[in-house]
């Protein structure tokens, strides 16, 4: 049976293909070259829409998922953003080192650890905790060790390899890939390089929306993040303009821990994200809300 958020997106994908460039996101592979604000760009001007806006930053020599808010869909990113993330890579060791002892060391760097982001990163150069939820090595060849990493958001992958070296006589990171990004990873039908990118658009501007309707990931996605609150029809002029979310206007009460954030549904229609404050009968102040085009208040 499907759940609540996969009749959300299903109904989502039906909309017209100009209703999606405003309210979508894609799943970029990001190649190796360039910055991740370059391949935003380059998609900004190719749709000819006002604004783009990617979920984390890659470093520019690192490829693999790099999402793309398109339009009113950039207002989404910090849900998606802090979320898990996972890469590929591999470190050259300098020295040798017996991979029993690589993996005793490794361990030392899962759960809690404490890093300062590198002199080019563009945050605040201080010390803070990261979390590394899976560390472990995939394929040895003599110096060269294929790795995976799942971990927090925030986490410098090629400074986890840099400390870990400090342990064993040196390492240095060699190459890198983000394969999989909050919900989204290398292996959603939807995730699409920038050649192909390209040629669904060119048919798209040939009249032909088919393949460039299948890459574009509808915004209501935001249900696979966030908990879902049902409203009723009759009650959305007022959220329309800014009121606080109370019980009457819910299809269905349900219980909501305090200051968790809520995707708002009239039915498939998104209308915005709530903050939780469960006040006498006051359920959720908005933090946004997509007040329609055509509303007339």
Known sequence: ??????????????????????FSILNMDKPAGPTSFSVDDYIRKKLNISKTSHFGTLDPMVGGVLPISLG????????????????????????????????????????KIKQT????SRVKRVERERTVYEFEILEMNERDVLFRVKCEAGT?????VHSLGNNIGGA??????RVQASIFSEEDKEFINLYDFDKAFEE???GNEKELRKILIPGEIIAKILPVVEVKAEFLKQLYNGF???????????????????????????IGVYNVINQEGRIARPEFVFKP?????
């Open 293 to 297: 085009i055509k509303f007339i208040t």
């Open 204 to 206: 798209y501007k040939k």
């Open 156 to 160: 410098y992958v090629r400074t986890l």
């Open 117 to 120: 982001p590198p002199m080019r």
């Open 1 to 22: 049976m499907k759940d609540k958020s996969e009749k959300i997106l299903e109904q989502a994908k039906k909309k017209s293909i100009q209703e999606l460039l405003q």
């Open 244 to 270: 606080t979310l109370i019980e009457d206007y819910l299809v269905k009460k349900d219980k909501y821990e305090i200051d968790n954030k809520v995707a708002v549904f009239c039915k498939n229609t998104f």
């Open 172 to 177: 240095h990171m060699t190459e890198l890939r």
């Open 72 to 111: 009113r869909a950039c207002r989404l990113m910090e849900y998606f953003i802090h979320k898990t993330k996972t890469y590929v890579g591999i470190m050259h060791l300098h020295n040798d080192v017996d991979e029993k002892k690589l993996k005793e060391e490794i361990k030392k760097f899962t759960g």
